[in-house]
Each structure stands twice: as C-alpha cells, then as structure tokens.
C-alpha cells in the first residue's frame, strides 16, 4: 500500500524557485534509490535527477547546477530544489521510488509551469 504523493509545483517566473516534494506513505517503506523525472507535451519522459539511499546523486545535465536533488530518510521524503527556473522546465514532474523489495513506485505528478 505505498504511495508517492508529490507537492510543490506551480506556476513560477523565469528566474524563479519552486521545492518539490515527495513523500512515500507508510512507516515502514525502504528504498534502494528515488528520483524526479519530467515530461513536456508531446516529449518523452525523461530523467531529471535521482539519489540512493546512501546518498549518491546523478543530475540531469540539463539541470545540472540549478536543481538540487535531496532526502530526509527519517521521513522517507525526497525533494528537488529548482532554480534560476526556465519557460524549457515546464512539464508533469513525477517522482519515482525503487523499494528495497525491487517493486517500482510513481506518483501522480505535478505540474510546474514557467511562465511570465
């Protein structure tokens, strides 16, 4: 029964910030690694960043340097700090989780549009 509820997205100037969210439900839910990735109508779906339990991170090179992937294990909550935002950034971003059982994990999404 674990969710993946994601919050945060919204609509942003170029130049702004927005901190997503991801929180898996339940007490007891481990994982091997979680990530954010995105998809742009009409584009595929495509990895923005991911991190491991122990704490490795991979970015996105079209991110590299403005977002910021981050954990709290206690509370089982992955984030994604984005800067210096981009119209290019607008897009459904999903957060994905990989159990420590092998079982993969999506959330709904959320929208985050960049737009002045």
């Known amino acids: 029964q674990v969710q993946l509820v994601e919050s945060g997205g919204g609509l942003v100037q170029p130049g702004g910030s927005l901190r997503l969210s991801c929180a898996a439900s339940g007490s007891i839910f481990t994982y091997n690694s979680m990530g954010w990735y995105r998809q742009a109508p009409g584009k595929e779906l495509d990895l923005v960043a991911r991190i491991t339990g122990g704490g490795t991170t991979i970015h996105a090179d079209s991110v590299k340097g403005r977002f910021t992937i981050s954990k709290d294990n206690a509370k089982n909550t992955v984030y994604l700090q984005m800067n210096s935002l981009k119209p290019e950034d607008t897009a459904a971003y999903y957060c994905?989780?990989?159990?420590?059982?092998?079982?993969?994990?999506w959330g709904q999404g959320t929208q985050v549009t960049v737009s002045s």
């Open positions: 994905n989780a990989l159990s420590t059982w092998g079982e993969v994990f």
